[in-house]
């Protein structure tokens, strides 16, 4: 299993609602990331998780906030967004060493948000 | 911090050859890697150089010059296919990656 899953593939939600956005992979990887890309702009980094541990927050406002369950998982819980929200939330994994390329990310599919 | 620059748009026609250039100022420097991603999906790994030189990889090829913070993606016989953005993203010693603001290149007929 070389990929990273992304669910759900789209999501609309209202300004009230809380909803979770779910990332998994199976590669060993130890880091994690979260992205927010907007359309037409590079991703911004927002969290990174190593060792199922918060290593980095990229002053992310609470209304977002990062679980990592296990090594394999790792989850954006959202509450209370704005509609400037509203971009594509993606997530990816990379190993802490070795391999072909150094600390190489992969990236899931992303998960299309609009908030309403 | 880091500053990327590339360009925002190119068009190429197909079977031809385009480069498509990066440049950086960094921190930290600890690897260029570029990316291909189509409109509304993730990012694909094209490509990754950490030391001065050509990286050739089928129709992809990849130059770096850490000394002028310079690197080129070049595409041979383009593709219809090849129509997506080109992300340049730059890696610091933790692992970070900085993306550019990616190049739109559009392929005609």
């Known amino acids: 299993d070389t990929e990273v899953t992304q669910t759900p593939k789209h999501l609309v939600m209202g300004m009230t609602n809380k909803k979770s956005l779910k990332c998994e992979q199976h590669?060993?990887?130890?880091?994690m990331y979260w992205y927010k890309q907007k359309a037409k702009k590079p991703p911004e980094l927002m969290f990174v998780?190593?060792?199922?541990?918060?290593?980095i927050n990229e002053s992310v406002p609470s209304r977002f906030s990062p679980e990592c369950p296990n090594s394999s998982l790792l989850n954006l819980h959202l509450h209370a967004l704005q509609p400037e929200d509203s971009a594509l939330y993606l997530c990816?994994?990379?190993?802490?060493?070795?391999?072909?390329?150094?600390?190489?990310?992969?990236f899931g599919p992303g998960t299309r948000l609009t908030v309403l | 911090g880091q500053n990327i620059d590339q360009p925002t748009e190119m068009t190429a026609t197909e079977g031809a050859i385009v480069q498509i250039n990066c440049t950086y100022q960094?921190?930290?420097?600890?690897?260029l890697f570029w990316y291909q991603q189509h409109a509304g999906e993730a990012p694909t790994f094209l490509s990754y150089?950490?030391?001065?030189g050509l990286e050739e990889k089928g129709r992809f090829s990849s130059f770096l010059s850490r000394s002028k913070g310079y690197s080129y993606l070049l595409l041979k016989e383009l593709q219809m296919k090849d129509s997506a953005s080109y992300l340049c993203?730059?890696?610091?010693?933790?692992?970070?990656?900085?993306f550019g603001g990616g190049t739109r290149l559009m392929v005609k007929p």
């Open positions: 590669m060993g990887h130890r880091a």
């Open positions: 150089n950490v030391l001065d």
């Open positions: 993203a730059v890696r610091d010693a933790g692992n970070m990656l900085t």
């Open positions: 960094t921190s930290g420097f600890n690897g």
């Open positions: 998780y190593s060792y199922e541990k918060l290593s």
């Open positions: 990816a994994s990379s190993p802490t060493g070795g391999g072909r390329v150094l600390n190489e990310q992969f």
